[in-house]
């Protein structure tokens, strides 16, 4: 079955440097790749996702890249801000009758 | 917004004892999820479901059950907790058919003793 790598498990980066997060997949039939954050003592919330027929999105600080052939994807976040600190998971679904597999999480610090 | 409500938010509970933990969703969505977090593992699906009346095994289920009495509960049981059991809890609800987001429940840290 799918396996998802979160290359860093923690991260520490400087207010307003940008942060990537990288995350490998095995299965080449993966096509949704989600991005969760988890603020401390709090939920997860989705943040931002990307499919297989575009390599590229943005939503503001955010920024997904594919790489279907290396099957890596990664989350940059730029301009990085102290609420950005937060551990972030990502995922990959093979097909719409799979479940997410998730990484094992980054633990993002943003300091001053 | 979507709300995904856990009950309880902390548990301590003996071992060999029977825990159950229970999730409630007003988002109207027909699938929802089980996950455990641990440190080093990430998010673990234990078991799911595709709408009343189903539950299904997922990457981790032996020592849990569930049940889905309606769209809107989802129940995780442990019939005889152990230690290695305790963990935090997730609930989960979404239609990932679409590839919609999940939304997730705030969390039960569950202890064994």
């Known amino acids: 079955g799918e396996k998802v790598e979160q290359h860093e498990s923690t991260l520490s980066v400087r207010e307003g440097d940008s942060a990537v997060i990288n995350c490998t997949y095995t299965?080449?039939?993966?096509?949704?790749f989600p991005w969760y954050k988890q603020e401390a003592g709090k939920s997860l919330h989705f943040v931002i996702d990307?499919?297989?027929?575009?390599d590229r999105k943005q939503s503001q600080r955010l920024i997904v890249l594919l790489d279907k052939k290396a099957k890596r994807f990664s989350l940059h976040i730029t301009a990085t801000q102290p609420e950005d600190s937060a551990i972030y998971f990502c995922a990959a679904r093979p097909s719409s009758f799979s479940k997410l597999v998730f990484g094992q999480g980054t633990s993002l610090s943003v300091v001053p | 917004e979507a709300a995904v409500t856990q009950s309880p938010r902390n548990k301590v509970a003996v071992t060999g004892g029977k825990v159950t933990l229970s999730c409630n969703q007003t988002?109207?969505?027909?699938?929802m999820y089980w996950y455990r977090q641990d440190t080093g593992h990430g998010l673990r699906l234990i078991h799911y479901s595709y709408g009343a009346g189903s539950t299904e095994k997922g990457d981790i289920p032996d020592g849990y059950k569930a049940s889905r009495p309606s769209q809107e509960n989802f129940s995780l049981i442990l019939e005889l907790a152990t230690p290695s059991q305790t963990s935090v809890y997730f609930c989960a609800s979404g239609r990932e058919e679409t590839n919609e987001r999940l939304f997730f429940g705030h969390g039960t840290k569950l202890s064994v003793l």
């Open positions: 988002n109207n969505h027909n699938n």
């Open positions: 990307i499919r297989s027929n575009v």
């Open positions: 299965d080449t039939a993966s096509s949704y």
